[in-house]
């Protein structure tokens, strides 16, 4: 049997794999690169509130028609969930959902961490050591994650989804979903998010999602916060 740490063990670990890490400035961003989240010195996470947004409507979004169909099928219905609601992963822009998350960069393991307080309480890997997507990958919720920085922005690019989840709101996927994320920060209470979804099985050309969160969002930079248990029960 596997077994597995949980975010909070993980999250110590990580801590003391950090010998230097980012820093958080209180002012816009100086020559010196800002943390997207959490270092040894500073912790925090950001808590998300309903009403994050950022998703098109439906209408500006360019479904093929069986996907159009199926969306308009799990928006007429009242007792159809989105997978995340029975305890199951949601990747991409799903992955960032309330009650919050956490971001760990670990420069010295070339990794980015994201975890996650909701749904199964999981977290994401960004590995940002230069390698490339493996050439046959099994499909599952996450798919695999590679990173790069441009200046102060991370830049992810996730293939190798299956198709169990929902990846914005209602809207379907297949496995030949390509995610592109651009992730930023500001300052230390902004935090900017952008998400291009390709995905050719599903709709006609590429549609993109952004979100910030700020200083008058309604959520918000926790600092000196730490992520906290949440029960998924699958009872829906």
């Known amino acids: ?139 599952t919720y996450f798919g695999h994650s590679i990173g790069r920085w441009d200046g102060n922005t991370l830049i992810i690019d996730t293939v190798g989804f299956n198709e169990k989840q929902w990846m914005v709101g209602s809207y379907p996927t297949t496995e030949r979903l390509h995610v592109t994320e651009r992730i930023s920060r500001a300052d230390v209470k902004t935090l900017n998010y952008e998400a291009t979804i390709d995905d050719p099985g599903a709709y006609t050309a590429p549609w993109s999602l952004k979100w910030t969160i700020n200083a008058t969002s309604k959520s918000q930079w926790i600092p000196d916060g730490e992520i906290f248990e949440y029960i998924c029960q699958g009872d829906v």
């Open 1 to 139: 049997m596997a077994l597995f740490a949980c975010p909070r063990t993980l999250k110590r670990a990580l801590y003391a794999l950090v010998l230097v890490g980012p820093v958080l400035l209180d002012g816009p961003v100086a020559a010196q690169k800002l943390s997207l989240g959490s270092t040894k010195d500073q912790k925090g996470y950001w808590e998300i509130r309903p009403g994050l947004g950022g998703a098109p409507r439906a209408a500006d979004v360019p479904f093929q028609p069986w996907a159009k169909a199926l969306y308009d099928y799990r928006q007429s219905r009242t007792d159809l969930y989105p997978p995340l609601v029975r305890c199951k992963p949601a990747g991409g822009p799903g992955f960032f959902n309330a009650p919050g998350f956490e971001i760990v960069e670990v420069p010295e393991q070339q990794r980015v961490f994201i975890l996650n307080i909701a749904g199964p309480h999981s977290w994401r890997v960004i590995y940002t050591d230069g390698r490339q997507h493996p050439p046959d990958l099994r499909p």
